[in-house]
Structures are given as C-alpha cells and as structure tokens.
C-alpha cells in the first residue's frame, strides 16, 4: 500500500507544463513591449 | 566554487530591464511548484496548461509595464495569481472542484447539516420523556415553579405571582426542585444525554 502512495506522490510531483507552453510564454514576452503613455499604456505585440 | 543561483529578485530586476533569459530561469525554477499547485486544483492537464500560460501572460505584462512592486516575493505572488484564475476558472464555468472518496477521505467528513437525524431525534425525544417522568415525582411545589419556569418560559417574578409566594421562595423551590431531579438521576444512574 505505502508503495503505491509514494509512487502517485512522486508522479504528481514530476507533473510539468507541455514544452509548447513554455516556449509560446517566452515567445510572447520577446514579442510583447508595453508603452507608458501618460495614463494609458499599449501593448504592441511584434509578429 | 559553487555557483550560486541568482535571486529571483535580480531575475526579476534583469528581466524588467530587457533581458529575456531571466524570464526562461524564473518558468524553470518555479514551473513544478505553480504547475503542480494549479493541477492539484483542476486534475486535468489541458486546463492547467491554459491557467499555467494565462498566469505568466499575467506575469509578463505586470513586469513588463513596470507594475510589479513585490521584490524578493516572486513565486507567492505568482501562486496568488494562479490560484485567483483558478477561481475564476470555476466562477466562468459554475463547476465546484469535485473531490472523490478515497480510503482515507469521505466528503461527508466535511458535510454536514443542522437537521438532526433519525436516531439523534429519538434519543432525544426518549430524554424528554424520561425527564418528564422524573419530574412528575417532585414534590408538588417544587414541579409547579420547575414546569412554570423551564416549561412556561414564567419569570420568577411572575411564578411568585401566580403561586402567592415570594420570589426567594420561588427561587428556593426551583433550587431544590433540580437538586432533587440529579439525585434521583445519580441515584439511578440515568443518562439524559443526546
């Protein structure tokens, strides 16, 4: 029994985002720019 | 030497400053703990994905646009934007997290209702009963004050009124009233408990 609880902690424990996720945040983040002007900011996102 | 790893705060601080790296070692660092507090929540691997991608969206642009105003504090306040979609994850979609019964837990541990049941109704009518008959067996000016008072709701002011005797002899009464009551229970040994 103890066996099986610490093989489900360990699996829940390796759970991680899919690549593809990771790699559109940090594809985004190079694309974003956010511009301060005055009150209003814009979000220009770079194709 | 040991590398020593960067703060998350210069990471923070670098990244605001424009270098896209810091934002690669900061997911890294802290994907397992936000991605597996975010699973444990939802259990299914495509919404924790979407909660996951939405909380950095979030990240990124709070950084980006210089509103982040929490150094030293990256990944509570991160959790605290997830953990915040999550909710709203469940207000849009009007779904409860669901929780399955397992060997060491049962929801109706944690559920409850203030109508009593079956049993606990029949106990408690069976007390009343009982009491009822103990109190039957009191002297007759010692029932007449328990039953205007605990029955009739009378104050002692309006027992002695009714009774033509004075409030301290009503509240004698009363007292030797209950004081006779526990030692018939106590001789008896009668459980008038629920």
């Not at chain 2, 997911?27 to 975010?38: L, P, V």
């Not at chain 2, 104050?155 to 009774?163: A, C, N, V, Y």
Request: glycine share 2%; aromatic share 8%.
């Amino acid at each position: 029994m103890a066996k099986i609880y610490s093989k489900n902690a360990l699996e829940i424990s390796k759970k991680l985002p899919k690549k593809e996720t990771i790699q559109f945040l940090l594809n985004y983040s190079k694309a974003l720019n956010i511009l301060k002007i005055g009150n209003k900011s814009f979000e220009i996102l770079a194709n | 030497m040991a590398n020593v790893p960067t703060s998350d705060a210069l990471l923070v601080k670098n990244y605001i400053a424009g270098d896209e790296n810091s934002l690669s070692i900061l997911i890294n660092r802290h994907q397992s703990k936000i991605y597996g507090f975010i699973y444990s929540k939802l259990s299914d691997r495509d919404i924790a994905d979407d909660i996951f991608q939405d909380t950095f969206i979030k990240v990124i642009k709070t950084l980006k646009s210089n509103s982040y105003n929490e150094e030293g504090k990256f990944l509570p306040w991160v959790m605290r934007i997830s953990h915040n979609l999550i909710i709203d994850y469940y207000r849009k979609n009007k779904k409860m997290p669901m929780f399955r019964e397992t060997e060491d837990f049962s929801i109706f541990s944690i559920m409850s209702d203030n109508v009593p049941n079956i049993e606990s109704q029949l106990i408690t009518s069976q007390v009343e009963s009982d009491l009822r008959k103990l109190i039957e067996e009191l002297p007759e000016d010692q029932k007449e004050v328990l039953v205007m008072r605990m029955y009739q709701d009378l104050s002692f002011k309006e027992i002695s009124e009714l009774t033509g005797v004075s409030i301290n002899t009503a509240l004698g009464r009363m007292r030797y009233a209950i004081m006779n009551l526990r030692k018939v229970i106590d001789k008896h040994q009668i459980i008038l408990t629920n």
